[in-house]
Nanobody, 128 residues
Framework: HVQLVESGGDSVQTGGSLRLSCAVSGYSASFRYMAWFRQILMQEREGVAMIHTGGTTNYADSVKGRFTISRDRNKNTLYLQMNDLRPNDTGMYYC???????????????????????WGQGTQVTVS
């Protein structure tokens, strides 16, 4: 039973930084694709960043140059470093993984929520 648990959300002022973490448990292998998404109120979940075990990353245009996704495979933890935060970065942030280690995601779907099976409960980021 895979569990993803996010942490690190907080309230910060514009221009501030936060580092989100996502601890993966219940599975000893590394998922090939993991990603961060965010959701604001009743809007659709938006892809923020993706990372592949081979090192490939992909970012939404709105966060390029400000956010950095990384993973520590020894700790089975995914991270999202967020710098120069803006009010429109406010939202609930979720980490996600594909359902099986071997699952393949085409590049055009890297930030599509439907590509991911396992989800955390979310951590709130508020920027004012």
């Amino acid at each position: 039973h895979v569990q993803l648990v996010e942490s690190g959300g907080d309230s910060v002022q514009t221009g501030g930084s936060l580092r989100l973490s996502c601890a993966v448990s219940g599975y000893s292998a590394s998922f090939r694709y993991m990603a961060w998404f965010r959701q604001i109120l009743m809007q659709e979940r938006e892809g923020v960043a993706m990372i592949h075990t081979g090192g490939t990353t992909n970012y939404a245009d709105s966060v390029k140059g400000r956010f950095t996704i990384s993973r520590d495979r020894n700790k089975n933890t995914l991270y999202l470093q967020m710098n120069d935060l803006r009010p429109n970065d406010t939202g609930m942030y979720y980490c996600a993984s594909v359902g099986r280690v071997s699952d393949w995601v085409p590049p055009q779907s890297y930030l599509n929520p439907s590509s991911y099976t396992n989800w955390g409960q979310g951590t709130q980021v508020t920027v004012s």
